[in-house]
C-alpha cells in the first residue's frame, strides 16, 4: 500500500514537451539505434552514479520495454513501456509508466517521428503526460538538478 | 477563460469568484514542482538524444559514406 503524507497531497499536472533533432544519419539508421537492444544500450544509458539492473525491450504493436536502474541516491527508477505504433523507419508510439522505487510518478504517451531530411534525419519525440503526486521526494529533485546544471553546462559550451 | 480553466485543472492555478470579480492566485508549491518534474524528464531526454548523435556520429564515421565535418 502506498503510504500517504499530509505534506505531499495527491495531484496529477498534464504536460506536453516537445524535442527536435536533426541528425546527419538515414532514417534506418536512426530508427535502428531506437529499436535494436544492442543499439540502444549503446547510447541510452543513465549517466554517472547510475547502475542498469535489467533491460528488456520487444519493439512491435504489443511488444514491451522495461528499463530499471538505481541511481546514486539509492533511489531506484523503473521506466515500463508498450509500443503500440511502430512503422519501420518513420514512426513510434509508446505507453509508459515511471516508478521511482515504489511510487508511480508519471503515465504518458511517447510519439517519436523520423522525416529525412537531404541525407540527414529529423527526429520529433513528443511527450504527452500525467505527472503524479509521487514525484515529489528528494532524490528526484536533486537527479533533476544535476540534469539541469549538466543541461546548462553543455549550453555553454 | 479558456485558458484560465486549462491552468486551473493543471492545480498551478486557483480561483474565486466574488460577485463580478473573479480573483485568481498562483499555487506556487505546485507551479515549483511541476516545473520541476517536467523540465527533468525534458533535461534527461536532451541528454539522451546528445548521446543518440554521438552514437549515430560514430556509425556514419564508421561507414565512411556520409561524409561530414564536424
Known amino acids: 500500500m502506498p503510504k500517504t503524507s499530509s505534506s505531499s497531497p495527491r495531484s496529477v499536472v498534464h504536460a506536453t514537451f516537445c524535442i527536435e533533432r536533426t541528425y546527419p544519419a538515414s532514417p534506418a539508421q536512426v530508427f535502428k539505434a531506437l529499436t535494436d537492444p544492442a543499439a540502444k544500450a549503446k547510447w541510452f544509458t543513465g549517466g554517472n552514479g547510475y547502475t542498469l539492473l535489467a533491460r528488456e525491450m520487444d519493439v512491435r504493436p504489443g511488444g514491451r520495454e522495461h528499463l530499471k536502474g538505481r541511481w546514486e541516491t539509492g533511489v531506484v527508477s523503473t521506466f515500463d513501456a508498450v509500443y503500440h505504433d511502430v512503422v519501420t523507419d518513420e514512426r513510434l508510439l509508446y505507453a509508459c509508466e515511471m516508478h521511482l522505487d515504489d511510487r508511480k510518478i508519471s503515465v504518458s504517451l511517447a510519439t517519436l517521428e523520423l522525416k529525412p531530411a537531404g541525407t540527414d534525419t529529423h527526429l520529433v519525440m513528443t511527450e504527452q503526460g500525467a505527472f503524479l503526486d509521487g514525484y515529489d521526494d528528494a532524490g528526484s529533485r536533486e537527479r533533476g538538478s544535476n540534469f539541469l546544471l549538466d543541461a546548462l553546462g553543455n549550453s555553454l559550451k | ?70
Open chain 2, 1 to 70: 477563460m479558456q485558458h484560465l480553466a486549462v491552468l486551473e485543472s493543471s492545480g498551478l492555478v486557483r480561483s474565486v469568484k466574488v460577485g463580478r470579480v473573479r480573483t485568481c492566485r498562483i499555487e506556487p508549491k505546485a507551479l515549483s514542482l511541476a516545473e520541476q518534474w517536467i523540465n527533468q524528464r525534458r533535461a534527461e531526454w536532451e541528454q539522451h538524444f546528445d548521446q543518440l548523435g554521438e552514437y549515430l556520429n560514430t556509425l556514419v564515421k564508421g561507414e565512411g559514406t556520409h561524409a561530414k565535418d564536424k
